[in-house]
């Protein structure tokens, strides 16, 4: 995801869709892959429009893995170095979470600023929050 920050003014808004795993008794999930910028999104230095060929990655790759592999999420750039979700992004993390078909009871959506990736939940009940980053001393 990294690849696709937007460290220079030509560099358009880019995105995709999380894909992985939920770890048995835990509340863990592994983000095994993400889906990158198709030829058919629309994007520009502050937007960006996911295609259905997203879709289209994602259920292939279920297939493939025989049915293992789950949508996790959906994460896309910001021009920031430290980025917060737009009212636009929100919405879109609205209907993704009451209309996509998904594993679990939330998704997870990472926005990649050009210094920082934070990184959002929105369960089905509608608690959006942010996740912190933890720090071990060990």
């Excluded at 808004?13 to 993400?34: F, Q, Y």
């Excluded at 594993?103 to 939940?121: A, D, H, K, S, Y």
């Amino acid at each position: 995801m990294q690849a696709f920050a937007q460290r220079r003014w030509w560099n358009a808004e880019a995105g995709g869709v999380l894909l992985g795993r939920h770890l048995l008794d835990s509340h863990d999930v592994v983000v095994d892959e993400v889906t990158t910028p198709q030829a058919s999104d629309r994007r520009s230095r502050f937007s960006f429009f996911r295609s259905r060929r997203h879709e289209t990655l994602a259920r292939e790759r279920w297939q493939m893995q025989s049915s293992t592999m789950a949508y996790l999420g959906l994460w896309h750039t910001h021009p920031e170095s430290d980025p917060t979700p737009s009212g636009i992004d929100r919405n879109d993390w609205t209907q993704a979470v009451s209309r996509d078909t998904y594993e679990g009871n939330r998704l997870f959506f990472p926005i990649v600023g050009t210094q920082w990736i934070r990184v959002w939940t929105l369960s089905r009940r509608g608690t959006f929050r942010e996740l912190k980053q933890e720090v071990n001393d060990a």
